[in-house]
């Protein structure tokens, strides 16, 4: 035990006695950092995305053309510029044009239903929208001025934003809301800049480093991908959306593009080690694994360490939130922990940040206690976008810091072991993760009662299979409810993360005897199957319905029933995929699943292409764009529903 634990401190922990980075890499801007970047890097290359990359020099000048154009608009302090694009090299453009125009960038996933960008639109209040030609035109109901990058003329910008302040915003992440309405996290220039800096002794990222953007830019995981590899003169590899859904193909894209640094959540990390076991072996360039976002189970990595070891790559578990900028903690994980750990364990906080562990009255609990995580420091962002109340109840006053430092309290739990070790153990309120999100239980509860004839709603999460969990609602109303239209509507008002799995109609909730609902009382969930199934027309529709069955959970599914209305996710298809390429003795392009989501069109499809070649999609050489404008035609088709 002592010898394991000395190992660990050898290998993760005694870098940290060195020094932490001078106080003087946290001030300044992120533009004005990434501007020092590009005159000793100019001719490296910033980002790549398929087949096309740009210099830090090219990347510089195009952020200069955004910035250029919102001159114009005379961006004072605090001001938010809206970022609506498809992933590409003008959208990180974007990013950093806003930067050194002196305003802070809003990211919105360009999946999100309308209504969803919209409502985030209004509440953030944006000077102007960024988009692209394609997407922007579905924004026409927004009071904003909307700006399509590919119109953007070559204006006269030098690229770096006068008189911004390390506390200036920098971003504004939006998070689920447990009112029912998202809000806003407000993080400053000087929170990233030290989050990059106070972590260089674990990590060394320099200029030889290849990173993958793999998450939504609207998910904090980006902040960390794209400034951790812009800032240390790295080379960013833009994952498309099609490659980021196919495990095989990011496992491909992984070696091809020689990553050194992977970020992932360990649901996606989990899909990734089962496709490496089912490929061909490749060989891969990582020197560090950085998982956050969930919790992690030690055990579930096993079968890497078993290929290639504890080291090479070095496993790190990172616990963090978007309100203290990404990361709060650092945990290298080792192989013998693996076999013998059934705690998730989250390590020691980043230099300059400070974990209480706090009982309800703020006071300290003891070894061995649970308590609210709650952390202090350079980390903790700015608050919450035109949320005063709000702000006031989380970010608090830090009773052990000096005069006006903060203490945001995070609603996690944890527990400090008598070793030293820090186990996360969840969520204190109604907050869920799934995938790595934060989802407030109450912000698709308030969307449930938005639908006509609801008298009641409540959501709950479910473990499905493999122990992954899912979102489940049950609802209350005077007249029978088409499950599908719910389902639908949500579909309309919601992110995908968001909707649920599961819905079932009650003629009342249970409740405790306090009045609240009874939530252990509520029945197992049924999945939203079709009520009339129909017979199937061909043993290639039979493949495919017994790949759904396994994967739903139900064998009452009729072949026109839309996939992602009965209870389906994307996580959910990729285990289809993989069980019909094997069922079927070839490959499969991912985008078919996203594309014919029926049982019916996607038998058809796979029956059309029997005697085609499918090749492995290559993200590297092309194929990328195919898939893109294959997601483009999918999302047109469901937002027409």
Known sequence: ?????????????????????PAALDEGSLGGRFAEVCRRHGERTAVTFGTKSVTYAELNQRAARVAAALQPMQVARGAIVAIYMERSIDLVAAMLGVIQAGAAYLPIDSSYPVARVLETLADAGPIAVLSDCELGLALGEAAVPLLFVEKLSLGLADGVARGVHADDSAYVIYTSGSTGKPKGVVVSHRNVLRLVSQTDHWFGFNEEDVWTMFHSFAFDFSVWEMWGSLLTGGRLVLVPFAVSRS???????????????????????????????????????????????????????????????????????????????????????????????????????????????????????????????CIGGPGVALGYLHRAELTAHRFVANPFGGKGTKLYRSGDLARRRDDGELVYLGRADRQVKINGFRIE???????????????????????????????AAYFVSDERVDQKALSGYLGRHLPAQMRPAFYMQLP???????????????????????????????????????AWRQALGTAKIGIEDNFFDVGGSSLLLIGIRTALQQELGRTLPVTWFFEYTTIRSLAGKLKES????????????????????????????????
């Open 1 to 21: 035990m002592e010898s394991l634990k000395e190992t660990r401190r050898t290998k993760t922990l005694a870098s940290r006695e060195p020094q932490a980075r």
């Open 247 to 373: 495990p095989e193909d990011f496992y491909a894209l992984l070696a091809a593009e020689r990553v050194t640094v992977l970020n992932q959540t360990p649901s996606a990390f989990s899909l990734l080690m089962q496709a490496e076991a089912r490929c061909e072996p490749r060989p891969l360039a990582l020197r560090t694994v950085i998982l956050g976002g969930e919790a992690l189970n030690l055990r579930s990595l096993l079968p890497w360490f078993a290929r290639h070891g504890e080291s090479t790559p070095a496993t790190v578990n990172m616990y963090g939130i978007t309100e203290t900028t990404v990361h709060v903690t650092y945990r290298q994980i080792l192989a013998a922990e693996a076999e013998r750990e059934i705690d998730s364990l989250i390590g020691e906080p980043i230099p300059d940040l400070q974990i209480h562990l706090l009982d309800e009255q703020m006071c300290p609990v003891a070894t061995g206690e649970t308590g609210e995580i």
């Open 441 to 471: 239980l109450g912000e698709i509860e308030a969307a449930l009662m938005g639908f006509p004839g609801m008298a009641q709603a409540c959501v709950a999460t479910h473990a499905a299979g493999g122990g992954a969990q899912q979102l």
């Open 508 to 546: 009342v909730l249970p409740m405790t005897g306090n009045g609240k609902v009874d939530r252990a009382a509520l029945p197992s969930p049924l999945p939203l199957n079709s009520a009339a199934p129909q017979p199937f027309g061909c043993a290639m529709e039979g493949k495919v319905a017994a």
């Open 610 to 641: 029997v005697n085609e070649t499918v090749p492995v999609t290559n993200a590297v050489q092309g194929k990328a764009q195919m898939q893109r404008d294959a997601f483009a035609r999918m999302r047109a088709a469901r937002s027409a529903r």
